[in-house]
């Protein structure tokens, strides 16, 4: 089979990392296009992929049949708007998180995309690619250490750019602990609740930060997630289960440390890449090979309505300081 002939739309830092990755360490695909209104950041974008056509937008690349699949990094908030012409005719697509920015806006896309009668959208949940969740998950799911009572998640960041506001806090970052906790756990989230820290006096002015979420899970489970984001020392993004009979954690830059009888076995990590590097080559590559073949290589447009749905839960309380219940709407069968 020919290569996928793949579009990027928006080439800021995400974008292009995906057109760099794409044309050098995928197989089996390559950018034929790109979909991006600033013309700096176009030119930019094609010394990576000079053989890429640009379009001002997604639309005149699909009428172009210069594109097999899509690939969408712009900011979630344009996302609706790209989505629905992509699932018009019927390409598949690899839509970062989040796959839209509300509620609403992530029905119409499940709706539309059910109503076409085929899941072509993949959402961008690349820590279930990461090594240290996937080792994780296993863990849980065979329960060698008996059953899952509580996760301890921190995720930090040393600053954050000027663009980053309040909200973010939950909407940018903490969804990623919101669909990763429901895929280690298999279970929906009911309820979030965020707990505002001393405030850190290094945060900018518009941050009220570090804070601290609590979802509960249907099952039971709490997880508790640290919320840092000028933390100074750099980013690191750990996990901590807890078990009936020890506890595991993962993302310090050596791997998994796992207690159990009273001794600790440390798994290595052997390479330098960078935290989530190789979970998103995994996960563009998984994306290129389903699509080649009509299929999803990762998590689908109903997973993304359901984190969705906790941002907008996490959100509520962040502005109320309450416990927010996490409501959904009925399944569609098409999602089964």
Not at 114 to 129: C, D, L, N, S
Request: proline share 4%.
């Amino acid at each position: 089979m020919a290569d996928l002939r793949v579009c990027v739309i928006g080439t800021g830092a995400m974008g292009t990392d995906h057109i760099v990755r794409i044309n050098t360490r995928m197989s089996g695909a390559g950018v034929t296009a790109i979909v991006e209104p600033d013309a700096n950041r176009a030119a930019a974008a094609l010394v990576h992929a000079p053989e890429a056509k640009q379009f001002p937008n997604i639309s005149d690349a699909i009428a172009s049949g210069l594109i097999d699949a899509a690939l969408v990094a712009t900011p979630g908030a344009f996302h609706e708007e790209v989505l629905l012409p992509i699932i018009a005719a019927g390409i598949p697509v690899l839509c970062e998180k989040p796959m839209t920015p509300d509620v609403a806006s992530a029905l119409r896309v499940v709706a539309a995309e059910a109503a076409g009668g085929k899941k072509i959208i993949q959402v961008g949940f690349m820590r279930r690619f990461d090594e240290g969740y996937i080792e994780l998950q296993k863990q849980i799911l065979g329960a060698q250490l008996g059953e899952l009572l509580a996760l301890h998640c921190a995720h930090r960041n040393p600053s954050v750019p000027e663009w980053y506001g309040n909200d973010m806090l939950i909407a940018d970052s903490v969804s990623h602990e919101i669909d990763i906790v429901r895929f280690l756990t298999g279970s929906p989230i009911v309820s979030a609740e965020v707990k505002q820290l001393k405030r850190n006096k290094l945060a900018p002015e518009r941050l009220n930060e570090p804070i601290l979420v609590l979802l509960e899970t249907e099952s039971g489970v709490i997880a508790t997630v640290e919320m840092n984001v000028s933390v100074q020392f750099g980013y690191q993004v750990i996990t901590e289960a807890v078990f009936q009979k020890g506890v595991s954690e993962i993302g310090r830059s050596n791997g998994m440390t796992t207690w159990e009888a009273g001794r600790s076995s440390t798994a290595e990590h052997v390479s330098y890449l960078t935290r989530f590097a190789r979970a998103y080559d995994d996960e563009i590559q998984s994306w290129i090979n389903a699509a080649r073949i009509g299929q999803l290589g990762g998590p689908n447009a109903w997973d993304g309505y359901m984190s969705v749905a906790v941002v907008e839960a996490g959100l509520k309380s962040l502005h109320s300081g309450a416990k927010e219940l996490a409501t959904y709407a009925t399944k569609p069968a098409f999602y089964n």
